[in-house]
């Protein structure tokens, strides 16, 4: 059963520390995207990537978040250094072979990142 | 720049009576529409999907509309049941290849 897996599922960490997220998309899938939750804002848009090239990233701040998918089987978040306001469940979901990127998405079961 | 809100934070039903959850986007060019449910600890899940060269959509038990006139969606779950109980989050696209924005989410409980 295809499935996109994002680790760790929970980060308890202080501030000041540095963050990484990992997500493995769903084989095949050549768009991955990843999104930030809270109650406040919902979910927001953080960056994409189609074939591993990032195509949009201005949903993150540059100061401290990176993206990147070394390979096709892996895509990272970094936070460093990550701060208290960084806390919220952030979501991998990757999308089909399609030319659009407008189509269904598949979502892990998200990382909850708590920072202290 | 575009929007997606839901009219209602919360909804309550019955067990075995209709739900319907709406949902107001404000890009008029936004051409896809989705739905997705989201359980507690888990991540969305698609339910059902719509372009905008249809008005409806049917789905096992679940069923979307789309009015483009005044830019309004709808999920409609027939005899809820219990593990329908989730927040229900519609999402839009347009222009055939921007990501898909997402709405604030409705919670759904049913009433046993």
């Known amino acids: 059963d295809a499935r996109v897996t994002q680790t760790p599922r929970h980060k308890v960490t202080e501030m000041g520390q540095e963050v990484t997220m990992r997500c493995q998309p769903i084989?095949?899938?050549?768009?991955v995207f990843w999104y930030r939750q809270t109650m406040m804002q919902g979910l927001e848009l953080l960056a994409y990537?189609?074939?591993?090239?990032?195509?949009?990233d201005s949903g993150m701040p540059k100061d401290r978040f990176s993206a990147e998918m070394p390979d096709a089987t892996l895509a990272t978040l970094k936070i460093q250094p990550s701060e208290p306001r960084d806390s919220a469940v952030y979501f991998c979901?990757?999308?089909?072979?399609?030319?659009?990127?407008?189509?269904?998405?598949?979502f892990g079961s998200g990382t909850q990142l708590s920072v202290l | 720049g575009e929007s997606v809100g839901l009219h209602l934070p919360t909804l309550s039903v019955q067990e075995g009576d209709n739900s319907i959850i709406n949902c107001a986007y404000s890009?008029?060019?936004?051409?896809?529409f989705i739905w997705y449910k989201q359980e507690s600890g888990k991540g969305p899940q698609f339910i059902i999907d719509i372009r905008s060269n249809m008005d409806k959509r049917q789905g096992q038990r679940v069923t979307v509309l789309l009015n483009k006139t005044v830019k309004h969606l709808s999920l409609q779950i027939a005899a809820t049941q219990p593990g329908d109980s989730a927040v229900y989050f519609c999402?839009?696209?347009?222009?055939?290849?921007?990501?898909?924005?997402f709405g604030k989410g409705t919670r759904l409980s049913v009433i046993a």
């Open positions: 890009n008029s060019a936004s051409d896809y």
């Open positions: 990537f189609r074939n591993r090239a990032p195509l949009d």
């Open positions: 999402a839009e696209s347009y222009s055939g290849n921007t990501p898909l924005v």
């Open positions: 084989l095949g899938h050549n768009t």
């Open positions: 979901a990757s999308g089909g072979d399609r030319t659009t990127t407008n189509e269904k998405l598949f």
